[in-house]
């Protein structure tokens, strides 16, 4: 079992920046592909970025390619996502979930196994 806490949410005006953090239990957290995906009010949750074990890899959904970087600290158990140039259509619910598998930067939900309770970003105009 894994369990994913979030944090690094908040408010913050267009243009600004934010840094979510997502920190995993137990000792399988580097041989695990990681993702983000957010979910904002009255959509459905969409993927926005995934990191391979050793985060030589990324994936990007287009709509944060550019602004948003998924990063990880394997010692850490950490999983960031640095997010710049923030727009009022990024304010969702970010989750950060786990695959288990060790390979396939996936962008659906089913594809994932464990999921963090969720941190609200808020991007005002």
């Known amino acids: 079992q894994v369990q994913l806490v979030e944090s690094g949410g908040g408010l913050v005006q267009a243009g600004g920046s934010l840094r979510l953090s997502c920190t995993a239990s137990?000792?399988?957290?580097?041989?695990?592909?990681m993702g983000w995906f957010r979910q904002a009010p009255g959509k459905e949750r969409e993927f926005a970025a995934a990191?391979?074990?050793?985060?030589?890899?990324?994936r990007y959904a287009d709509s944060v390619k550019g602004r948003f970087t998924i990063s990880r600290d394997n010692a850490k158990n950490t999983v960031y996502l640095q997010m710049n140039s923030l727009k009022p259509e990024d304010t969702a619910v970010y989750y950060c979930?786990?695959?288990?598998?060790?390979?396939?930067?996936?962008?659906?939900?089913?594809?994932?196994?464990?999921w963090g309770q969720g941190t609200q970003v808020t991007v005002s105009s």
């Open positions: 979930a786990a695959r288990v598998s060790a390979t396939g930067l996936a962008q659906y939900q089913y594809e994932y196994a464990y």
């Open positions: 137990g000792r399988t957290f580097s041989s695990r592909v």
């Open positions: 990191i391979s074990t050793s985060g030589s890899t990324t």
